[in-house]
């Protein structure tokens, strides 16, 4: 019995004994490292923090997880605790006088997050980010060079069966376009998403035509894709621009990949973009600097994007931005644009589509008498610029973003594009959420929505993108527009249209139907129709019944 006992207790003292061993053994190492990691942090500081840094800039950034992650190590190391770094290691020296006195000008409700930015002695930057109580994250600018890889690098994050996003318009990822296109029968079921495409090519489009490996889908079909209907390798997706943003971000539509075209950052690794909206939704992110793009940021870095916030980077030589130019008018258009200029006041805030009767409209706006007009549009063009260099354009009466131009995407000629970059302080240039916004635009005194249409019928339906089931271009922001034109204080909006049309053979055909062919679309319905504009006059339809409806419109 006394046996057993003693073999009991005996096994219970071993493992007592083991149990404190390893405890010891364990807070030497814990202790060891932490030494280890203190010495390091202290190292970092004194690389960092020294007398004579320069202060660069200060404002707010737009923080992301790309943000955040990029920097999470660094940051670790330089926190040793909730402010510790600000007090007892910076507000000694000039900078961090500053940072001390940003942070004492901050209300007491501002809650976002500040960036600044430290020129070290070695001629390092280093962006931190700042909440209102604690620096929340640390970001070493050179990180950013692990970053850029070449494009066949980059391109190799995208797998088979895989959503790619090239993004819109007159912004194009022509490298890694091209880079993907190579690794033809590498993957398969690619399935690649863009839209208003007015560049000679896609690469991944020419070099797969039988779509072994990629299928080109498109929101709104441009110059280009238009041509490769015929041979059906554009598979079209109707949407209106406003609600973009909730497929992507409610995740009703997969973005797996996002080619992101950027301009070449500033010296801040700030760059010029299009729509955050598709790339915050991606499971990688790749930026494609362009040496073209423009580089204004908007206010408040509305149109900025961050290198942080992309996985990899590539850069290389670039075609010149393709360009859009406009035809002569006709008789026609000409006649239609007299009409509605007659229709818009002074101080009246434009929304114009890309066409060639907007652009008259603008051209002789640019010659009237008419003053102090402003812009909130989708796509600004170079109907605006004629509205500038005549003096016309002063957004002063705007309720929202008064003096500046507001718009989403630009395209039209090198001089639009060189105007955007010398004179950045003149635009408001926003994302989706933004420009699109009924309810922004509806804030806005004197509206005036002014978009071309390729079919209507006596009830006010409107067809502004097809013929037949043949996808002509997409419906765009135009619904948009309309609404919010009809909303605003003293708004109108308006479907500018010839009464007929000359077919190939000859024939004189109306453009104004009993009914929307079948097969058509219907890109408007007839209750948001408020104006129609043709060489004979306007039809107000608003409060009408079908039948005065369709005796305005015969």
Known sequence: MFDKLRLKLTIIYTGIFSLL?????????????????????????????????EFVASGELPVSKHSIEVGRELAYMLQPGSDMLLHDQVSGSPVGQQLLALRSEWPQHDRKVKWVTLRDANDRLW?????????????????????????????????????????????????????????????????VRGGLVIRPRIEVV??????????????????????????????????????????????????????????????????NYAWRTIFESART??????????????????????LSEADYIVEGEHEPLPVRSYRAPSETDIAIAKIVVNEIPDGAVLSLGVGGVPYTVAKMLAESDKKDLGCHTGTISDAFLELYKAGKL?????????????????????????WLDAEPQLFHPGDLDYIHSVERISKLSNVISINGGVQLDLMGQENAESTGTRQLSGVGGQMDFLEGAYRSKGGKGFICINSSRVTKDGERKSNILATIPGGSTISAPRTMIQYVATEYGIASLSGKTLRERAEAMA
């Open 394 to 418: 002063t957004n002063a009466h705007k309720e929202l973003d008064t003096g500046l131009s507001a718009w989403n995407l630009a395209m039209g000629s090198r001089e639009l594009y060189d």
């Open 206 to 271: 020419e070099a797969d035509p039988e779509q072994e490996s990629f299928s080109y889908y498109s929101w709104h079909v441009g110059d280009y894709e238009r041509k490769l209907q015929k041979n059906g390798l554009v598979k079209f997706m109707p949407v209106m621009l406003r609600s973009l943003p909730y497929l992507y971000r409610d995740k009703h539509i997969r973005c797996d990949v996002a080619f992101v075209p950027v301009s070449k950052p500033d010296e801040n690794g700030f760059s």
């Open 127 to 191: 962006i931190y980010l700042i909440g209102r109580d604690q620096i929340l994250d640390v970001i070493f600018m050179n990180d950013y060079q692990a970053k850029f890889v070449a494009p066949e690098q980059a391109v190799k994050a995208v797998q088979s069966g895989d959503w790619v996003d090239y993004g819109f318009g007159a912004g194009f990822p022509e490298l890694l376009d091209k880079a993907l296109a190579a690794r033809k029968g590498e993957v398969k079921d690619v399935k």
């Open 21 to 53: 061993v390893v405890m010891i053994v364990t807070g030497c190492i814990i202790l060891l490292g932490h030494s280890v990691l203190t010495h390091e942090k202290q190292e970092m500081r004194e690389l960092i923090i020294h007398e004579g840094e």
């Open 285 to 306: 992110v790749i930026f494609e600097i362009n040496e073209h793009y423009p580089k204004l940021q908007g206010v408040d870095g509305s149109h900025r994007v961050h």
